[in-house]
């Protein structure tokens, strides 16, 4: 039955809107006969009585009678919804402003009703509307006000915000200026290059062996054409699951919350996820003279080849947004290593600055020949969040990263990475790739959802998102503290394993799962999930070293099931900072553009980031996957950053906790106090006769890290002496004293 009804109303609608159009051709047809003498054989006497009608209480202005008819009707039978009175009030006063607006133009002497009963200005309608407003506002302040009643029209009837409409006119003449200059642009060029041929008509070259033997031409895929959404992964490969993940059931299911000390929050059904609008609208440029380009580096590409006895075709070519890559099929008994190491001829005889040749390509019996485009294409993060890829993801942690060299978009899902590590130069585009990947989870996921861990100690570069409900805290700027919350992260996960064990349960899915069950009404999950973001992974290292790759290898190991991930990034892709303790276990990691190939080999064990063009050109590698993926990254402006978090602090103000830190110190320092290896170490100091840490880890087996607390510990109570350079502490417990503190 409903179905029967939507049916019915929408046949109802679209009714109303052929009716509408009707009579908007009709009027004008009238209209259009009735500037002739003669209109009755024409448009009859019921034409002939609207034409005068029309004309009298419209004037000028009944031109724009049938123009609303037409734009209402197209509206009707598009839509096929219920008007408002908001939509219809509106409509009818945008007609009368502009009726007002045509009379007052009129010369004063004009302004007169029998003048306006002969269809003058605005008509008899524009006549006493104008009359009023003059009285009113006088003729400048009249211009004021029909110019707000207009906008104020407008906006009724779009039904958007003063903000909304300047953005969409402005995105729409940006793309129309931009498709007028490339089309001057295509112009030019197209001259030119009539010119070079007519000058080389008279030039006779020798056939070429690619002349002689003329190949099949190859297939051109092009990213602007390409708008069906691909995995940029073969079937087979393992890293399906983790580029574009599948959705996960039971995700977007909400249980209640419990209390938690750390991550409570309250219910808040209230609260809106951001609309896509406060993103700008992508403008996408087609050029002529592309495929003309493409298909001239291929003829050079197979007579470079086969200049140096490598017989090879294209059979594809797939444009992206940064690059083209060129797929050739070498002929039997031709090595690939031939061909890689043509790259640099290759690059002389296209005149690239570089060129990168992947062979073969993962999935295909080829060689790829990556050649960067001379326009480099902006790939924004809306057109990548519109994709049906990521709008059908159910995880929560669901974030856009770029678009691969077929200009197929790329979405990972950060839950199943789990954590992720970014390296690149300086001005390569991992500050923004960092802003699209929190956009993107402040796009998909509520506060209750998904909390967020921010530390900054450059800054400047997550200081924005400061005061957006997402934060368990305001961004951590200071790397001494960095280091201490870090810890707290641990503490967090440690106590929601405890709470997993008491309800049985492996992870926090589960553990959500069963909290539902229990409370069928509640509409917030039991336990977000956090993510911890670093921005610069050096400054904490040079503070805190051994306390932050504790804390990371301790997360990255561990924190996945407990629904805590890490997101780390660094400028400084060396192994002082990018350990192999932290690289074992972050396996999912992005790299921009380095300058050499060894500070590739130190974040993707392989080369290959040397040869990245910047400006967000990534290699993506995630887990599981045989090779990385060449990805042109989103690009976030700051502007929409700032909108997009604008929107976030209007919705709900941030539930930080309490002194996270200070708590989470004091109860690290409590379990600290009754580490059970504290009775054993004195123990030991006091049969030595002294104390140090590397006697401590010999005979325990301890890692330098707890030994050092041990120590500090035992310093704090009085048990061994202080710090004095290269000799060992001294002890100052007996046994006595050993018996009566400990009770052994």
Not at 26 to 44: E, H, K, M, P, V
Not at 383 to 402: I, N, R
Not at 462 to 468: A, E, H, K, P, Q
Request: with cysteine; glycine share 6%.
């Amino acid at each position: 039955m409903p179905k029967a009804k939507t049916l019915k109303e929408e046949i109802k609608q679209e009714l109303w809107g052929i009716t509408l159009l009707t009579f908007s051709f009709f009027i004008a047809f009238c209209l259009w006969q009735g500037l002739s003498n003669n209109t009755t054989s024409t448009i009859g006497a019921i034409g002939n009585f609207i034409f005068r009608v029309i004309t009298t209480f419209l004037g000028s202005g009944k031109y724009l009678l049938p123009l609303v008819l037409f734009i209402m009707g197209i509206s009707k039978i598009w839509y096929r919804t219920a008007w408002d009175k908001l939509f219809i009030i509106s409509w009818v006063s945008l007609l009368l402003t502009l009726l007002t607006f045509l009379h007052i133009n009129l010369p004063v002497e004009k302004h007169t009703f029998s003048v306006s009963w002969e269809g003058a200005g605005g008509g008899i309608t524009g006549y006493f509307f104008a009359k009023l407003t003059l009285a009113l506002f006088g003729k400048g302040g009249s211009y004021i006000f029909l110019g707000t009643c207009m906008l104020i029209s407008v906006m009724g009837i779009a039904k958007k915000t003063l903000g909304e409409l300047v953005r969409q006119f402005s995105a729409f003449f940006s793309h129309f200026g931009a498709n007028t200059r490339q089309a001057l642009i295509d112009f030019i060029f197209e001259k030119v290059e009539e010119e070079k041929g007519e000058q080389k008509k008279n030039i006779k070259a020798g056939p070429s062996l690619a002349q002689e033997n003329p190949l099949p031409n190859p297939v051109i895929i092009d990213h602007i054409e390409n708008n069906q959404v691909f995995q940029g992964v073969s079937p087979s490969s393992p890293a399906l699951v983790k580029v574009i993940p599948k959705p996960v059931k039971g995700k977007d299911i909400l249980p209640k919350p419990v209390e938690h000390k750390v991550v409570t929050h309250r219910e808040n059904d209230d609260f809106k996820l951001p609309p896509i609008d406060l993103l700008q609208i992508p403008t996408k440029i087609k050029s002529q003279r592309l495929n003309k380009d493409i298909t001239d580096n291929v003829r050079i590409l197979e007579e470079t080849l086969e200049n140096f006895g490598v017989k090879a075709r294209v059979t594809q070519v797939s444009r992206g947004p940064a690059i083209t890559r060129y797929e050739i099929q070498p002929p039997p008994g031709v090595k690939v290593s031939r061909i890689v190491n043509l790259a640099d001829d290759i690059a002389l005889s296209l005149a690239a600055p570089q060129v990168r040749i992947e062979a073969p390509i993962p999935g295909k019996a080829a060689v790829g020949i990556e050649v960067p485009n001379e326009e480099i294409a902006t790939v924004s993060l809306r057109e990548v969040l519109e994709t049906t890829l990521f709008q059908d993801s159910q995880s929560k942690l669901t974030v856009a990263l770029g678009k691969d060299i077929a200009g197929n978009p790329i979405v990972a899902d950060l839950g199943k990475m789990p954590h992720l590590l970014i390296a690149g130069a300086t001005g390569s585009g991992k500050s923004v790739c960092m802003n699209a990947l929190i956009a993107s989870i402040l796009f998909k996921s509520k506060p209750d959802e998904v909390k967020l861990l921010m530390i900054d100690p450059k800054v400047v570069e997550l200081s924005t998102f400061n005061g957006i409900p997402h934060l368990i805290s305001p961004v951590v700027t200071d790397p001494k503290k960095a280091a201490t919350a870090l810890r707290w992260a641990v503490h967090e996960m440690e106590n929601r394993y405890e709470l997993f064990a008491g309800l049985g349960v492996k992870d926090i899915t589960r553990y959500n799962l069963v909290k539902k069950e229990e409370d069928p009404t509640s509409t917030s999950p039991a336990l977000p999930y956090v993510v911890v973001l670093i921005d610069e992974l050096a400054d904490l290292m040079m503070v805190a070293p051994a306390d932050v790759e504790d804390a990371i290898c301790r997360l990255a190991q561990m924190a996945r099931a407990a629904g805590i991930h890490l997101v780390v990034a660094t400028q400084r892709p060396s192994v002082d900072v990018i350990t192999g303790v932290i690289k074992a276990n972050i396996p999912s990691r992005i790299a921009f553009a380095v300058s050499s190939q060894t500070d590739s080999r130190t974040i993707l064990d392989m080369g290959g980031a040397e040869r990245l063009l910047g400006r967000g050109d990534m290699l993506f590698y995630p887990t599981g996957m045989a090779k990385p993926i060449r990805v042109q990254g989103v690009y976030v402006s700051d502007q929409e950053i700032e909108s997009l978090v604008e929107y976030l602090k209007i919705q709900k103000n941030p539930e930080y906790l309490a002194e996270p830190w200070q708590n989470s110190e004091n109860e690290i320092t409590e379990m600290t106090e009754e580490d059970e290896l504290l009775a054993e170490a004195a123990k030991i100091f006091i049969e030595s006769g002294q104390a140090s840490i590397s006697l401590l880890q010999r005979r325990l087996r301890i890692g330098y890290t707890r030994a050092a607390r041990i120590i500090d510990q035992l310093e704090e109570r009085g048990i061994v002496g202080g710090y004095e350079g290269s000799k060992p502490r001294a002890v100052r417990m007996t046994w006595e004293e050993y018996e009566k503190t400990f009770g052994i």
